[in-house]
C-alpha cells in the first residue's frame, strides 16, 4: 500500500486517467486460450515503451524513415513520462547494441501444460 501512496500517485499525478494497458500475447498454454498482459503505463517495464524503441532501432539499422504510426506511437509513449526523451533513446541503442551482438533478447516461451499425462493401456 505504500507504493501506492508514494511513487505510483506521483507517476500518475498529472495523468488524466489511463493507467493501465491490456496487450495481448500469444497463447502460453497448450488449450491456446487468449492470454494478455496488463500493465501499468509509463512504468520501467512498459512493453509499448520497448516496443517503439525496437522499431525506432530497426528503422535507423535498416535506413529508413519513421512512419506515421511509428511517429504517433512515440507521442503516446512519450507523452506523459519524465524524461522520455533521453530513456527513449537509451533505449534505442540498447536493442542497436544488442542487434549489433546478434542478440535480440528474446527467449522461446515453452507452452505450459494444461492436461493431465493419461496412462496408456498398450
Known sequence: LP???????ERYASRPGGYTRVLRIEP?????????ILELVDGPKDMRFAITAKTIAAAREKGHQINDMTA???AKVTKFRK????ELEDMVEKFERLAAEGDE?????KKKKVYPELPRSR
Not at 507504493?3 to 500517485?9: D, E, N, Q, S
Open 83 to 86: 524524461n522520455a526523451d533521453t
Open 72 to 74: 504517433a506511437n512515440i
Open 105 to 109: 533478447g528474446v527467449e522461446e516461451v
Open 28 to 36: 502460453v498454454k497448450e488449450d491456446q486460450a487468449p492470454s494478455a
Open 3 to 9: 507504493k501506492l501512496f508514494g511513487p505510483l500517485r
